[in-house]
C-alpha cells in the first residue's frame, strides 16, 4: 500500500516542471512585447534637419528630441539608435530648419535607412 506522501508526489513533480517552465519562458515573453530598432537618417537634401522624433504610427505621442542639441547638416546623416518599439512599426518625424515636417515609418526589430531628399514630402502648415 503507499504511504499519502507516495501520492503526492507525481502531482509536486508536475508544478514543479509548470512552474520551471513559466519561469525560462518569461524573458521570452516580454522581449516579443518590446524591441529596438535602430534608424539612419541620411540628409541629401539642402535643409538642415533641426529635430527628430518618434510616435506610434496612428498616434501624434511624439517622443522629445532625438537629436539634443545636435542637428544633421546637409550631406551628413545620423544613427538614431535604440528606439523602443510595443509595436510592429515606428513612425519618425523630422523638422527641418523651416520648421516643416517630414516623416516615414520604418519596421521595428531592424536596423533602417531613411534618406531625406529635397524631393521628400513636407508638411510646413499650410493648407
Known sequence: MKSSDDKRNPRSLIIA???LAVVALAPFASSARISSTSVN???????T??????????ADDWSANQLGDSAISAGQS???GDVACDSQ???????????????T??????????TITNDTA???GGN
Do not use: M, P
Open 17 to 19: 516542471f509548470a512552474t
Open 41 to 47: 537618417i541620411v540628409n541629401n537634401s539642402s535643409r
Open 49 to 58: 534637419i533641426r529635430n527628430v522624433y518618434i510616435s506610434h504610427v496612428d
Open 78 to 80: 545620423a544613427t538614431i
Open 89 to 103: 512599426q515606428v513612425k519618425v518625424i523630422a523638422e527641418d530648419q523651416d520648421g516643416c515636417f517630414l516623416t
Open 105 to 114: 515609418v520604418v519596421t521595428c526589430g531592424q536596423s533602417s535607412t531613411w
Open 122 to 124: 513636407r508638411d510646413c
